[in-house]
Antibody, heavy 126, light 111 residues
């Protein structure tokens, strides 16, 4: 069964760049009917969508984070990656990668996150 | 402050029925965007419970149901069990903000 796994440093210094990779096992990210995204959850708080990518390059960003976020995909490795620049303590969170799916007959705006990685805690601290 | 408003907490005794509301606006739920619900146990990733307003993915028991009306949606759980104790989140899309949005989450306590 397809699984997602986040990887990357658990500690990042303020003003530096947070870099995470999501590896999709037993599956491919080159599916026309799936999007791939990142969601984060600060400790004790709710969920915040960050960015979504389709393997063709179509990308959707959370406007409040767009200036600091980069997402990319490596279809040969079934991986997609997140970079968040100029981090502060407010970026401390559990970061999840997730697959976004839905009926191909309706717009992706209606889709949901049907498969999630286990999440990785990233702490921003000096 | 979340675009989708959920009660911070709800509770119920085993066997009872509880509902969790998710209130939005004309730019998200009221605009016709689907509402989805997730269940999150402590220390784990969210799992989809209801998709497309009222559809249960395979493996979700039929005592869980979702509904949507105007600018709000609801999640109902009947025959409450200890395993239902978790955080629940609604999710939709907001066309005014151009982003996928989550509710603030509701903690369900089984008394």
């Amino acid at each position: 069964q397809l699984q997602l796994q986040e990887s990357g440093p658990g500690l990042v210094k303020p003003s530096e760049t947070l870099s995470l990779t999501c590896t999709v096992s037993d599956g491919s990210i080159s599916s026309s009917t799936n999007y791939w995204g990142w969601i984060r959850q600060p400790p004790g708080e709710g969920l915040e969508w960050i960015v979504t990518l389709h393997y063709t390059g179509t990308t959707y960003y959370n406007p409040s984070l767009k200036s600091r976020v980069t997402i990319s995909a490596d279809t040969s490795k079934s991986q997609f990656s997140l970079k968040l620049t100029s981090v502060t303590a407010a970026d401390t969170a559990v970061y999840y990668c997730a697959r976004q799916s839905g009926p191909p007959t309706i717009a992706a705006r209606h889709w949901y996150f049907d498969l999630w990685g286990r999440g990785t805690l990233v702490t921003v601290s000096s | 402050q979340s675009v989708l408003t959920q009660p911070p907490s709800v509770s119920g005794a085993p066997g009872q029925r509880v509902t969790i509301s998710c209130t939005g606006s004309s730019s998200n739920i009221g605009a016709g965007y689907d509402v989805h619900w997730y269940k999150q146990l402590p220390g784990t990733a969210p799992k989809v419970l209801i998709c497309g307003n009222d559809n249960r993915p395979s493996g979700v028991p039929d005592r869980v149901s979702g509904s949507k009306s105007a600018t709000s949606a609801s999640l109902a759980i009947t025959g409450l069990q200890a395993e239902d104790e978790a955080d629940y989140y609604c999710q939709s899309y907001d066309s005014s903000l151009s982003l996928w949005v989550f509710g603030g989450g509701t903690k369900l306590t089984v008394l």
